[in-house]
């Protein structure tokens, strides 16, 4: 059996589309302006907390973007009454603003993440820590990267 031939219409169609995501993902970066909106909401409401609580643990200097590892520790009782609830970490050059979001229980004991984030660029990664209660803390730490790992 042969395959059905290929229209010069689909194969020219297919071969328009092809660069179209490339070319997206260099024009498609998040901007500080973005990453503000984003703290400003989950900050709406809420009681803002002093960012020593957060401390971020990132290399100052990453080689390549693809896999930078990053660590967070909030100082947070994790009781029932009083405790971190999620973490947002956020980029202001990457294609999109949220890295992640982690959602935390007293059960943790102790509130301490460790990870490994893409970033497409040198930047400043902020963590905002949503508390119990409608309490939020922010910091930030700058990461420099020279491979860009993000389409970058």
Do not use: Y
């Amino acid at each position: 059996m042969t395959p059905p031939p290929v229209s010069r219409r689909t194969l020219l169609a297919a071969a328009l589309a092809c660069p179209l995501p490339l070319l997206w993902s260099r024009l498609a970066r998040a901007t500080p302006s973005q990453a503000q909106a984003l703290i400003a909401g989950l900050q709406q409401g809420a009681t803002l907390l002093s960012s020593s609580l957060i401390r971020l643990e990132a290399p100052e200097l990453a080689e390549n973007g693809n896999t930078v590892p990053f660590g967070i520790t909030v100082d947070s009782p994790m009781t029932a009454d009083d405790h971190l609830q999620r973490l947002h970490i956020i980029s202001e050059v990457n294609p999109l603003p949220e890295i992640a979001t982690i959602h935390v229980t007293p059960a943790l004991g102790v509130a301490q993440v460790r990870t490994r984030i893409r970033l497409a660029a040198t930047q400043t990664v902020l963590v905002v820590a949503v508390f119990s209660g409608q309490r939020v803390a922010v910091a930030g730490r700058e990461v420099k990267v020279t491979i860009g790992g993000c389409g970058g």
